[in-house]
Protein backbone atom coordinates (compact mmCIF):
# COMPACT_ATOMS: atom_id res chain seq x y z
CA UNK A 1 0.00 0.00 0.00
CA UNK A 2 1.24 3.74 -0.75
CA UNK A 3 1.53 5.74 2.09
CA UNK A 4 2.91 9.17 2.50
CA UNK A 5 2.74 9.72 6.15
CA UNK A 6 3.93 13.84 7.30
CA UNK A 7 5.14 14.19 10.64
CA UNK A 8 2.48 15.52 13.37
CA UNK A 9 1.07 19.23 14.22
CA UNK A 10 3.13 21.74 14.97
CA UNK A 11 3.34 24.68 17.40
CA UNK A 12 5.40 27.96 16.99
CA UNK A 13 6.86 31.39 17.99
CA UNK A 14 8.19 33.50 15.50
CA UNK A 15 11.86 33.69 14.40
CA UNK A 16 11.72 29.86 15.33
CA UNK A 17 13.18 27.22 12.88
CA UNK A 18 11.46 24.11 12.10
CA UNK A 19 11.25 20.99 9.77
CA UNK A 20 8.93 18.62 9.26
CA UNK A 21 8.76 15.56 7.29
CA UNK A 22 7.11 13.28 4.73
CA UNK A 23 8.08 9.26 4.74
CA UNK A 24 7.04 6.96 2.17
CA UNK A 25 6.81 3.73 1.91
CA UNK A 26 4.86 0.95 -0.38
CA UNK A 27 6.29 2.43 -3.58
CA UNK A 28 9.86 2.98 -4.96
CA UNK A 29 10.75 6.48 -2.91
CA UNK A 30 13.49 6.93 -5.24
CA UNK A 31 11.93 6.80 -8.32
CA UNK A 32 9.18 9.68 -7.65
CA UNK A 33 9.25 12.94 -7.44
CA UNK A 34 8.26 14.73 -3.64
CA UNK A 35 6.52 18.04 -3.42
CA UNK A 36 5.41 20.22 -1.36
CA UNK A 37 2.15 22.53 -1.07
CA UNK A 38 0.80 24.68 1.62
CA UNK A 39 -2.71 25.52 2.08
CA UNK A 40 -3.45 28.65 4.30
CA UNK A 41 -6.64 28.52 6.30
CA UNK A 42 -9.62 28.42 4.67
CA UNK A 43 -7.07 29.19 1.17
CA UNK A 44 -6.73 27.03 -1.97
CA UNK A 45 -3.12 24.95 -2.73
CA UNK A 46 0.09 26.82 -3.61
CA UNK A 47 2.81 24.43 -4.94
CA UNK A 48 6.18 25.64 -3.25
CA UNK A 49 8.62 23.04 -4.49
CA UNK A 50 9.49 19.83 -5.15
CA UNK A 51 12.59 17.03 -5.18
CA UNK A 52 13.91 13.91 -7.01
CA UNK A 53 15.29 11.56 -3.55
CA UNK A 54 17.38 10.08 -6.16
CA UNK A 55 19.59 12.90 -6.86
CA UNK A 56 18.08 15.91 -4.86
CA UNK A 57 17.46 17.39 -7.61
CA UNK A 58 15.02 20.41 -6.06
CA UNK A 59 13.28 22.74 -7.72
CA UNK A 60 11.21 25.76 -6.03
CA UNK A 61 7.82 28.17 -7.28
CA UNK A 62 9.18 31.28 -7.88
CA UNK A 63 6.43 32.30 -5.05
CA UNK A 64 8.39 30.31 -2.52
CA UNK A 65 12.57 30.44 -3.70
CA UNK A 66 14.16 33.64 -2.61
CA UNK A 67 15.67 35.16 0.70
CA UNK A 68 16.02 31.16 2.02
CA UNK A 69 12.21 31.15 2.58
CA UNK A 70 12.14 27.33 2.93
CA UNK A 71 14.83 24.45 2.05
CA UNK A 72 13.49 21.09 0.23
CA UNK A 73 15.71 18.65 1.09
CA UNK A 74 15.47 14.44 1.38
CA UNK A 75 17.02 11.49 3.04
CA UNK A 76 17.24 8.43 0.39
CA UNK A 77 18.07 6.04 2.77
CA UNK A 78 14.95 6.48 5.26
CA UNK A 79 12.82 7.52 2.19
CA UNK A 80 11.90 10.72 4.01
CA UNK A 81 11.72 14.33 2.33
CA UNK A 82 11.76 17.29 4.90
CA UNK A 83 10.39 20.98 4.39
CA UNK A 84 12.44 23.64 6.76
CA UNK A 85 12.11 27.11 7.64
CA UNK A 86 15.36 29.00 9.50
CA UNK A 87 12.59 31.19 11.00
CA UNK A 88 9.17 31.22 11.04
CA UNK A 89 6.48 34.20 10.83
CA UNK A 90 3.19 34.56 11.57
CA UNK A 91 2.49 34.17 7.61
CA UNK A 92 3.89 30.52 7.93
CA UNK A 93 0.63 29.45 9.60
CA UNK A 94 -0.78 26.46 7.40
CA UNK A 95 -1.44 23.18 6.24
CA UNK A 96 1.32 21.90 4.89
CA UNK A 97 0.78 18.42 2.59
CA UNK A 98 3.50 16.37 0.45
CA UNK A 99 2.52 14.77 -2.58
CA UNK A 100 4.07 12.32 -5.11
CA UNK A 101 4.80 12.80 -8.68
CA UNK A 102 6.16 10.57 -10.95
CA UNK A 103 8.94 10.91 -13.40
CA UNK A 104 8.15 12.95 -16.42
CA UNK A 105 5.04 15.27 -17.27
CA UNK A 106 2.30 13.62 -14.52
CA UNK A 107 0.07 14.96 -11.67
CA UNK A 108 0.44 14.25 -7.71
CA UNK A 109 -1.54 10.49 -7.80
CA UNK A 110 -0.70 10.91 -3.64
CA UNK A 111 -1.01 12.68 -1.08
CA UNK A 112 0.30 12.82 2.68
CA UNK A 113 -2.22 13.62 5.25
CA UNK A 114 -1.04 17.09 5.84
CA UNK A 115 1.18 18.67 8.97
CA UNK A 116 -0.26 22.20 9.98
CA UNK A 117 1.88 24.62 11.68
CA UNK A 118 0.83 27.30 13.70
CA UNK A 119 3.19 29.97 14.41
CA UNK A 120 1.78 32.48 17.23
CA UNK A 121 3.79 34.69 19.84
CA UNK B 1 3.88 31.40 -15.06
CA UNK B 2 0.95 30.21 -16.14
CA UNK B 3 -2.14 31.27 -14.13
CA UNK B 4 -5.26 29.32 -13.87
CA UNK B 5 -8.37 31.17 -13.09
CA UNK B 6 -11.34 28.61 -12.25
CA UNK B 7 -15.14 29.53 -12.05
CA UNK B 8 -17.70 29.93 -10.52
CA UNK B 9 -16.31 30.17 -7.13
CA UNK B 10 -19.13 28.60 -5.71
CA UNK B 11 -21.89 26.19 -7.26
CA UNK B 12 -24.64 25.52 -5.84
CA UNK B 13 -26.68 22.60 -7.05
CA UNK B 14 -28.68 19.67 -5.99
CA UNK B 15 -28.05 15.96 -5.67
CA UNK B 16 -28.69 14.59 -8.82
CA UNK B 17 -27.96 17.59 -10.74
CA UNK B 18 -24.86 18.00 -13.54
CA UNK B 19 -22.23 19.93 -12.45
CA UNK B 20 -20.06 21.73 -14.68
CA UNK B 21 -16.35 23.33 -13.60
CA UNK B 22 -14.30 25.57 -15.62
CA UNK B 23 -10.54 26.33 -15.51
CA UNK B 24 -9.09 28.77 -17.69
CA UNK B 25 -5.62 28.97 -18.16
CA UNK B 26 -3.45 32.35 -19.02
CA UNK B 27 -1.24 30.98 -22.32
CA UNK B 28 -1.69 26.86 -23.56
CA UNK B 29 -0.97 24.41 -21.43
CA UNK B 30 1.16 22.19 -23.28
CA UNK B 31 0.11 18.84 -24.13
CA UNK B 32 -3.02 19.08 -22.14
CA UNK B 33 -1.02 18.77 -19.28
CA UNK B 34 -3.74 19.46 -16.85
CA UNK B 35 -5.30 17.90 -13.68
CA UNK B 36 -8.38 18.01 -11.33
CA UNK B 37 -8.58 17.21 -7.58
CA UNK B 38 -10.97 16.94 -4.90
CA UNK B 39 -10.87 18.53 -1.83
CA UNK B 40 -13.59 17.57 1.04
CA UNK B 41 -12.87 19.45 4.29
CA UNK B 42 -9.86 18.15 6.53
CA UNK B 43 -8.56 15.64 4.30
CA UNK B 44 -5.75 15.92 1.68
CA UNK B 45 -6.63 16.59 -2.40
CA UNK B 46 -7.07 13.39 -4.27
CA UNK B 47 -6.50 13.30 -7.66
CA UNK B 48 -9.60 12.79 -10.09
CA UNK B 49 -8.65 13.34 -13.58
CA UNK B 50 -5.36 13.85 -15.39
CA UNK B 51 -3.92 14.41 -19.12
CA UNK B 52 -7.02 17.05 -19.00
CA UNK B 53 -9.50 13.90 -19.69
CA UNK B 54 -8.14 10.43 -17.97
CA UNK B 55 -9.66 8.90 -15.32
CA UNK B 56 -6.96 8.50 -11.79
CA UNK B 57 -7.77 4.81 -10.47
CA UNK B 58 -11.05 4.31 -8.76
CA UNK B 59 -12.57 7.29 -9.94
CA UNK B 60 -15.99 7.10 -10.91
CA UNK B 61 -17.23 7.43 -14.97
CA UNK B 62 -19.41 10.23 -13.36
CA UNK B 63 -16.65 12.77 -13.39
CA UNK B 64 -15.03 13.65 -16.86
CA UNK B 65 -12.93 15.68 -18.16
CA UNK B 66 -12.41 17.63 -21.11
CA UNK B 67 -10.67 20.51 -23.22
CA UNK B 68 -7.15 21.72 -24.48
CA UNK B 69 -5.08 24.56 -24.82
CA UNK B 70 -6.50 27.39 -22.84
CA UNK B 71 -9.96 26.18 -21.52
CA UNK B 72 -10.65 22.66 -19.49
CA UNK B 73 -13.57 21.54 -18.14
CA UNK B 74 -14.88 19.43 -14.93
CA UNK B 75 -18.20 17.65 -15.85
CA UNK B 76 -19.75 15.63 -13.19
CA UNK B 77 -22.54 13.72 -14.65
CA UNK B 78 -25.00 13.43 -11.90
CA UNK B 79 -23.79 14.38 -8.19
CA UNK B 80 -23.79 12.30 -5.28
CA UNK B 81 -24.00 13.58 -1.80
CA UNK B 82 -20.09 12.29 -1.17
CA UNK B 83 -19.10 15.11 -4.38
CA UNK B 84 -19.98 18.18 -2.28
CA UNK B 85 -16.25 19.42 -1.91
CA UNK B 86 -14.43 22.01 -3.34
CA UNK B 87 -12.31 20.98 -6.32
CA UNK B 88 -8.80 22.46 -8.04
CA UNK B 89 -7.29 22.44 -11.55
CA UNK B 90 -3.67 22.51 -11.71
CA UNK B 91 -1.70 22.38 -14.76
CA UNK B 92 1.86 20.39 -14.97
CA UNK B 93 3.39 21.09 -18.37
CA UNK B 94 5.39 24.08 -17.58
CA UNK B 95 6.25 24.20 -13.93
CA UNK B 96 3.36 23.63 -11.85
CA UNK B 97 0.20 26.09 -11.15
CA UNK B 98 -3.17 25.18 -9.17
CA UNK B 99 -6.66 27.53 -10.15
CA UNK B 100 -7.96 28.96 -6.98
CA UNK B 101 -11.02 26.05 -6.81
CA UNK B 102 -14.44 25.70 -6.93
CA UNK B 103 -17.01 25.08 -4.39
CA UNK B 104 -19.72 22.43 -5.05
CA UNK B 105 -22.38 22.89 -2.21
CA UNK B 106 -25.84 21.56 -1.53
CA UNK B 107 -28.61 23.63 -2.37
Known amino acids: EVQLVQSGAEVKKPGESLKISCKGS????????IAWVRQMPGKGLEWMGIIFPADSDTRYSPSFQGQGQVTISADKSISTAYLQWSSLKASDTAMYYC????????????WGQGTLVTVSS | EIVLTQSPATLSLSPGERATLSCGASQSVRSSYLAWYQQKPGLAPRLLIY???SRATGIPDRFSGSGSGTDFTLTISRLEPEDFAVYYCQQYGSSLTFGGGTKVEIK
Open chain 1, 99 to 110: ARRDSGWKPFDF
Open chain 2, 51 to 53: DAS
Open chain 1, 26 to 33: GFSFTNYW
